[in-house]
Protein backbone atom coordinates (compact mmCIF):
# COMPACT_ATOMS: atom_id res chain seq x y z
CA UNK A 1 0.00 0.00 0.00
CA UNK A 2 2.50 2.58 0.76
CA UNK A 3 4.12 1.74 -2.94
CA UNK A 4 1.04 2.22 -4.56
CA UNK A 5 1.01 5.70 -2.52
CA UNK A 6 4.37 6.69 -3.58
CA UNK A 7 3.43 6.24 -6.99
CA UNK A 8 0.20 7.95 -6.75
CA UNK A 9 2.14 10.76 -5.20
CA UNK A 10 4.80 10.38 -8.29
CA UNK A 11 1.93 11.34 -10.61
CA UNK A 12 -0.05 13.79 -9.07
CA UNK A 13 4.16 15.83 -8.34
CA UNK A 14 4.47 15.23 -12.17
CA UNK A 15 0.97 16.23 -13.37
CA UNK A 16 1.49 19.37 -11.06
CA UNK A 17 4.55 20.53 -12.23
CA UNK A 18 3.47 19.82 -16.21
CA UNK A 19 0.67 21.97 -15.41
CA UNK A 20 2.76 24.89 -13.77
CA UNK A 21 4.93 24.40 -16.66
CA UNK A 22 2.30 24.61 -19.12
CA UNK A 23 1.26 28.01 -17.07
CA UNK A 24 4.40 29.90 -16.84
CA UNK A 25 6.86 28.01 -18.82
CA UNK A 26 9.88 26.47 -18.28
CA UNK A 27 13.73 27.18 -17.24
CA UNK A 28 16.71 25.38 -16.93
CA UNK A 29 16.95 23.46 -13.64
CA UNK A 30 19.69 22.14 -11.32
CA UNK A 31 19.48 25.59 -9.44
CA UNK A 32 21.02 26.80 -13.33
CA UNK A 33 17.75 29.42 -13.60
CA UNK A 34 18.87 31.30 -10.19
CA UNK A 35 22.53 31.07 -10.46
CA UNK A 36 22.15 33.08 -13.97
CA UNK A 37 19.67 35.25 -12.42
CA UNK A 38 22.18 36.40 -9.71
CA UNK A 39 23.98 38.22 -12.22
CA UNK A 40 21.38 40.58 -13.10
CA UNK A 41 21.79 42.04 -9.23
CA UNK A 42 25.94 42.78 -10.54
CA UNK A 43 24.61 45.60 -12.54
CA UNK A 44 22.79 47.16 -9.47
CA UNK A 45 24.22 50.32 -7.47
CA UNK A 46 23.45 50.73 -4.05
CA UNK A 47 25.54 50.80 -1.11
CA UNK A 48 24.81 50.63 2.60
CA UNK A 49 22.61 48.35 4.03
CA UNK A 50 20.96 47.50 1.09
CA UNK A 51 24.36 46.76 -0.83
CA UNK A 52 24.25 44.12 2.39
CA UNK A 53 20.73 42.80 1.48
CA UNK A 54 22.03 42.83 -2.21
CA UNK A 55 24.99 40.82 -1.41
CA UNK A 56 22.96 38.16 0.90
CA UNK A 57 20.54 38.02 -1.96
CA UNK A 58 23.45 36.85 -4.44
CA UNK A 59 24.97 34.13 -1.80
CA UNK A 60 21.38 32.50 -1.37
CA UNK A 61 20.19 32.51 -5.26
CA UNK A 62 24.31 30.50 -5.89
CA UNK A 63 23.16 27.79 -2.90
CA UNK A 64 20.60 25.70 -4.90
CA UNK A 65 23.18 25.31 -7.85
CA UNK A 66 25.98 24.11 -4.69
CA UNK A 67 23.75 22.14 -2.92
CA UNK A 68 23.18 19.79 -5.95
CA UNK A 69 26.39 19.77 -6.54
CA UNK A 70 27.67 18.94 -3.58
CA UNK A 71 25.35 16.18 -3.11
CA UNK A 72 26.41 14.39 -5.78
CA UNK A 73 29.86 14.93 -4.31
CA UNK A 74 32.10 17.24 -6.40
CA UNK A 75 32.96 20.88 -5.18
CA UNK A 76 29.72 22.78 -5.58
CA UNK A 77 31.27 26.30 -5.47
CA UNK A 78 34.22 24.89 -8.24
CA UNK A 79 30.15 24.05 -10.38
CA UNK A 80 28.49 27.81 -9.41
CA UNK A 81 31.54 29.46 -10.66
CA UNK A 82 32.18 27.64 -13.53
CA UNK A 83 28.42 28.29 -14.70
CA UNK A 84 28.91 31.68 -13.92
CA UNK A 85 31.84 31.74 -16.85
CA UNK A 86 29.32 30.85 -19.42
CA UNK A 87 27.60 32.82 -21.75
CA UNK A 88 24.68 29.99 -22.42
CA UNK A 89 22.08 30.60 -19.91
CA UNK A 90 20.67 26.70 -20.32
CA UNK A 91 24.08 25.33 -19.89
CA UNK A 92 23.97 23.78 -16.31
CA UNK A 93 25.42 21.06 -14.37
CA UNK A 94 23.78 17.40 -14.52
CA UNK A 95 24.73 15.82 -11.43
CA UNK A 96 23.45 12.71 -12.03
CA UNK A 97 25.83 12.41 -14.28
CA UNK A 98 28.71 14.43 -13.14
CA UNK A 99 28.66 16.59 -16.73
CA UNK A 100 28.01 20.12 -18.26
CA UNK A 101 25.14 19.91 -20.25
CA UNK A 102 22.77 21.88 -22.18
CA UNK A 103 19.89 21.25 -19.31
CA UNK A 104 17.40 21.80 -21.87
CA UNK A 105 17.93 19.25 -24.33
CA UNK A 106 19.18 17.10 -21.05
CA UNK A 107 15.48 17.31 -20.19
CA UNK A 108 16.80 18.82 -16.78
CA UNK A 109 13.91 21.84 -16.38
CA UNK A 110 12.07 23.45 -13.80
CA UNK A 111 8.53 24.46 -14.24
CA UNK A 112 9.09 28.77 -13.95
CA UNK A 113 6.01 29.14 -11.74
CA UNK A 114 8.08 26.59 -9.04
CA UNK A 115 11.45 28.63 -9.13
CA UNK A 116 9.18 32.02 -8.71
CA UNK A 117 6.84 30.55 -5.93
CA UNK A 118 10.15 29.32 -3.99
CA UNK A 119 12.14 32.18 -4.45
CA UNK A 120 9.34 34.63 -3.37
CA UNK A 121 8.39 32.06 -0.13
CA UNK A 122 12.13 31.99 0.89
CA UNK A 123 12.05 36.04 0.56
CA UNK A 124 9.23 36.15 2.86
CA UNK A 125 11.13 34.32 5.39
CA UNK A 126 13.99 36.00 5.10
CA UNK A 127 12.59 39.13 5.84
CA UNK A 128 10.35 37.80 8.77
CA UNK A 129 13.87 36.47 10.58
CA UNK A 130 15.53 39.97 9.69
CA UNK A 131 12.36 41.56 11.61
CA UNK A 132 12.19 39.25 14.65
CA UNK A 133 13.76 40.93 17.59
CA UNK A 134 15.26 36.93 18.94
CA UNK A 135 15.63 33.56 17.08
CA UNK A 136 15.76 29.95 18.83
CA UNK A 137 17.90 27.60 16.13
CA UNK A 138 19.20 24.36 16.90
CA UNK A 139 22.99 24.04 16.08
CA UNK A 140 23.04 20.79 13.45
CA UNK A 141 24.92 17.87 14.59
CA UNK A 142 27.91 16.98 12.71
CA UNK A 143 27.28 14.21 10.86
CA UNK A 144 29.89 11.63 11.62
CA UNK A 145 33.14 10.40 9.16
CA UNK A 146 32.05 8.96 6.33
CA UNK A 147 27.96 9.49 6.39
CA UNK A 148 26.24 9.66 3.46
CA UNK A 149 24.89 13.20 2.33
CA UNK A 150 21.28 14.29 3.42
CA UNK A 151 18.84 13.60 0.91
CA UNK A 152 18.35 16.86 -1.09
CA UNK A 153 14.30 17.47 -1.26
CA UNK A 154 12.86 18.91 -3.91
CA UNK A 155 9.48 18.92 -5.70
CA UNK A 156 9.16 15.61 -7.61
CA UNK A 157 10.52 17.25 -10.72
CA UNK A 158 8.62 16.87 -13.83
CA UNK A 159 8.18 13.09 -13.74
CA UNK A 160 8.69 11.62 -17.67
CA UNK A 161 10.59 14.62 -19.38
CA UNK A 162 14.03 13.29 -17.43
CA UNK A 163 15.55 15.85 -14.97
CA UNK A 164 17.26 15.39 -11.83
CA UNK A 165 13.78 16.12 -10.17
CA UNK A 166 12.67 19.74 -9.35
CA UNK A 167 14.20 22.11 -6.92
CA UNK A 168 15.94 20.18 -4.69
CA UNK A 169 18.49 21.81 -2.31
CA UNK A 170 16.02 24.99 -2.29
CA UNK A 171 15.59 24.08 1.58
CA UNK A 172 19.83 25.42 1.21
CA UNK A 173 18.68 28.27 0.16
CA UNK A 174 17.62 29.33 3.42
CA UNK A 175 20.50 27.78 5.25
CA UNK A 176 22.61 29.68 3.06
CA UNK A 177 20.61 32.78 3.92
CA UNK A 178 20.68 32.23 7.07
CA UNK A 179 24.42 31.62 7.55
CA UNK A 180 24.78 35.16 6.03
CA UNK A 181 22.90 36.81 8.53
CA UNK A 182 24.44 34.84 11.40
CA UNK A 183 21.19 32.96 12.41
CA UNK A 184 22.87 29.16 12.82
CA UNK A 185 23.76 31.09 16.50
CA UNK A 186 20.90 31.79 18.37
CA UNK A 187 21.66 35.42 19.45
CA UNK A 188 19.95 38.78 19.77
CA UNK A 189 19.89 40.45 15.59
CA UNK A 190 22.47 43.18 15.55
CA UNK A 191 25.05 41.18 16.77
CA UNK A 192 27.56 38.94 15.02
CA UNK A 193 29.71 36.09 16.09
Known amino acids: EVE ?3 RKDRVTDALNATRAAISDGIVPGGGSALLY ?4 LDDVKISGDRAVGLDCVKFALRIPCVTIAKNAGVEGSVVADT ?4 NNHSFGYDAQ ?3 YVDMFEAGIIDPCKVVKTALDSSTSIAALMTTTEAV ?8 PAGAAAPPMGGMGGMGGMGGMGGMGGMGGMMS ?14 GMTG
Open 97 to 99: NDK
Open 136 to 143: VAKIPDDP
Open 37 to 40: ASRV
Open 4 to 6: VNE
Open 83 to 86: LLKQ
Open 176 to 189: GMGGMMGMHNPMPM
